[in-house]
Each structure stands twice: as structure tokens, then as C-alpha cells.
């Protein structure tokens, strides 16, 4: 039996979609033959927790810790949350937030979490060295876990599998850091390094393998999936017509037009002001909530900061309408956020705010799962709204979604396994 080392930053009992992927490949690889062996933080203050992933963890998995030191206490004092993501960056800092930004950016590359790496690098070694491992595998972001992948393949030679969940450079709040033309020659000096060395690379879209293929040829899609038994299970859907939200919300991720349809719409039909309701479910910017306040549709919305994995899949099931927003960034062609694969198991209509012509749009066209609407076709947003609320006065309002199966965490592990054989 192969064993691989996976070295992440986010594990149980932290929440979220970053501890999704690796838990699910940990689960699923013993049935192929692989046994896993995970390094993470020790301690660790996670600001999104759900204790509940941690039964999905193997009984018979060795979890390996070590503390970690983060700045980021530091930066909360000048307006930045403690743990708060990178995607929240404040839009408004104060001077001394300002400071703070500029020395995150340009003295923490890749990311805060670099002081973790020599402490790593170090225990690593020599646990290696007495122990039995075929291949080493590093998760990010933090792409600062890929640096320390890099440092045992110099070291020790050993087979190493770099995962992007992803991209680097290309990652979408990427272009909001004060980085200064040494730190970015810096970030993309390493991102190369570390595409060059792995002997394999696994990304999530097509666009990413696309990118990264021009520096790297051992690069794969292995996409994120759903870990839930497709059934045929009657769900008691919501009464109202809702429209469902569900995961961060950054400024990037801010779909104007849908506040400013959503708000024509209920002022022109009382009907639908009484029918409808919006509900966010995860972390919302500030900036967002201060734009829909402009729109006359507060009393319509709900927002929810944070629920159980198990909690969320029962929203999703019974809301009418699954809404994806993706950022609106150079990069967003590539983004194919993780929540998709499971609004398809829960067979409702999705509409996504997004470019239709990325790798989102072609997994909704493919699977006969929904819509995608361009950032700035309004009117064809409105129609489609329009639409859904119509069949759903009908009692017409359902969606067939097509060859999910590939997206079953198990399936999506079998794979992994192949290239971990492989290499």
C-alpha cells in the first residue's frame, strides 16, 4: 500500500470550502489503495469552524501538528479581522491600515503563513527520513504550503504533487494587494519554481491547466465535487420564491445587476415582492450590504453568516432558484467555485452571474443544470428571473441535471489515486 503525506492548512475542526477537497480525498483514498498521512497546524484559531467535519475523518488516519505563528493579530488592529481572508481586504483602510496592507503584501510572500515553513521544512525532514512516505503532497492557497513541498523535494528528492485550489498570481484578490514590482517578480518567481519541480500539478478548471500548462507540462484537472448519494429523495421546497446564495461574498463578488433587477422587478409586480426572498448564506463584505441598502429590497433579503455543512445542504435542496456569483476579475473565466457541484445534486435551477464563455458556464451547459448571465446583460438577467418566478407560480420550476456522477468525491479520488500510482 502507497502512503502520501498531505501537508494543508485548513483541516477540522476549521469550516468552509478550503478543508472540503483534502477531507474528501483523505476519506476516499484507503478504498484505492493509498494511505494517508496529514501535516497541518496545530491550535489553529479558524474564523469559520464547523466541529462536524471532523467525523468524516477515517478513525484510522494519522493526523500530524505543529504550532504555527500568524501575524495577523497584528493586522486586525488596523481594521482587518483576525483570520479574515484575503478576499475581504478592506476597500477603506485607515493610514496605519494602509501600512499594514503594504507590509502584509509586500514582506509576508506568498502569505502570512510563511513562518511556518522552516519549522515544517525541518520537523518534515525528519519524520521522512524514519518514515515511510511515496509521495508528498501540498494544498493551496496558502500557497505558502507549496513552498514547503518545495523545500523537501530539494532537500530529500521526493515525489511531490502541488494542488491549486487555487491559482497563484491569478487568484482573485491578487490584483487588490499594494505589491510593489519586487514582491510581484518575487510571487511569480516562486509560483514557476514550484510548477517547474512538482513532479505533478493539480488544478480545478480547464482555464488554470491552460495557464499553467506554459510553464509546466505534468499539469491535471481533478475538479471539486460533492461527497452526498444521488437520490431521488422528495424535498419539501420553500414556500416562497427564493433565491439562494450560498459561500463568501467579497466586494469582487458583488452582482450589481441583480440588485438593480431585483429592485425593478418588485417595485413593477407586488406579486412578486410578497412571493420573493433573497438568502445569503456565508460571509457577506460590508460594501455589499451597504449596495443593497440603495435597492428597496432589505426586507427581502435574509442573511445568514454561517451554517453546518449539513445545514447548508438542506437550504439548497429546498430553496426555488441556487445563485452563483463569481467575481468580476481578469481572472474569472477560470473560476469554478466548489459550491456548483453540489447545487447540482440538489436538482434545483441555477443561475450564475458569470462569464459565459469560462469554465462555470460550460459545467452548467453540460450537465442541463441552469443559466449563466454575462456581468452585464441586465435585461437577459430580469427575463430569466422573470421566468423562474413564472414557472414557479406554475408549480413548473425544477431542473434535471445531467452526468454528475464524475463529480462524486469517490469518483474524483479514484483519479488522484491514478496519478499518485503514476509518478
Same mark, same amino acid.
Given at each position: ?53 471532523? %467525523? ?125 514590482? *519586487? ?102 463584505? +460590508?460594501?455589499?450590504? +451597504? ?61 450564475? =452571474? ?16 441552469? =443559466? ?9 438577467? *430580469? ?14 420550476? %425544477? ?25
Amino acid at each position: 500500500m502507497k502512503k502520501v503525506l498531505i501537508i494543508t492548512y485548513y483541516w477540522p475542526p476549521a469550516g468552509g470550502s478550503g478543508v472540503q477537497r483534502w477531507l474528501k480525498f483523505v476519506k476516499y483514498l484507503g478504498d484505492f489503495g493509498i494511505e494517508p498521512v496529514v501535516y497541518t497546524v496545530k491550535n489553529k484559531n479558524y474564523p469559520i469552524v464547523d466541529k462536524s467535519l471532523a %467525523e468524516e475523518i477515517p478513525k484510522h488516519v494519522k493526523v500530524l501538528q505543529k504550532p504555527i505563528f500568524e501575524p495577523n493579530t497584528i493586522f486586525s488592529i488596523f481594521g482587518k479581522n483576525k483570520g479574515e481572508s484575503a478576499g475581504f481586504l478592506n476597500p477603506n483602510p485607515t493610514f496605519f491600515g494602509r501600512i499594514m496592507q503594504y507590509i502584509r503584501a509586500n514582506f509576508f510572500i506568498p502569505d502570512a503563513r510563511k513562518f511556518w515553513i522552516k519549522p515544517s521544512v525541518n520537523y518534515l525532514t525528519t519524520y521522512l527520513k524514519t518514515h515511510k512516505i511515496d509521495v508528498v503532497i501540498t494544498t493551496g492557497p496558502p500557497h505558502s504550503m507549496h513552498l514547503i513541498g518545495l523545500k523537501l523535494k530539494q532537500r530529500l528528492h521526493i515525489k511531490w504533487i502541488a494542488d491549486f485550489r487555487d491559482p497563484w498570481t491569478e487568484i482573485d484578490y491578487f490584483h487588490q494587494l499594494p505589491l510593489t514590482k *519586487k514582491a510581484i517578480k518575487k510571487h511569480y518567481k516562486l509560483e514557476k519554481e514550484v510548477l517547474q519541480q512538482a513532479d505533478s500539478v493539480l488544478v480545478v478548471s480547464n482555464t488554470m491547466k491552460a495557464s499553467y500548462r506554459k510553464i509546466s507540462p505534468n499539469v491535471t484537472v481533478i475538479p471539486n465535487g460533492f461527497d452526498i448519494e444521488i437520490n431521488d429523495d422528495e424535498t419539501t421546497l420553500d414556500t416562497k420564491f427564493s433565491i439562494t446564495h450560498v459561500g463568501l461574498m467579497n466586494a469582487d463578488r458583488n452582482p450589481k445587476i441583480l440588485w438593480e433587477v431585483l429592485d425593478e422587478i418588485v417595485h413593477e409586480d407586488l406579486n412578486f415582492k410578497n412571493d420573493f426572498e433573497l438568502r445569503l448564506i456565508g460571509k457577506v463584505d +460590508a460594501s455589499i450590504l +451597504a449596495e443593497v441598502k440603495k435597492h428597496e429590497i432589505s426586507e427581502n433579503i435574509t442573511v445568514i453568516n454561517y451554517v453546518s455543512h449539513k445545514e447548508v445542504i438542506q437550504y439548497q435542496k429546498q430553496s426555488q432558484v441556487l445563485l452563483i456569483a463569481v467575481n468580476n476579475v481578469p481572472s474569472a473565466k477560470g473560476i469554478v467555485t466548489g459550491k456548483i457541484f453540489e447545487y447540482l445534486l440538489a436538482n434545483r435551477p441555477i443561475l450564475a =452571474i458569470a462569464p459565459t464563455d469560462g469554465d462555470l458556464a460550460k459545467i452548467i451547459q453540460e450537465t442541463k443544470s441552469g =443559466i449563466t448571465i454575462g456581468f452585464s446583460a441586465k435585461e437577459t438577467l *430580469k427575463n430569466t428571473i422573470l421566468d423562474f418566478y413564472s414557472k414557479y407560480k406554475q408549480g413548473k420550476l %425544477e431542473v434535471n441535471p445531467e452526468n454528475i456522477a464524475q463529480y462524486h468525491r469517490k469518483e474524483l479520488t479514484g483519479r488522484l489515486s491514478e496519478i499518485i500510482n503514476s509518478i
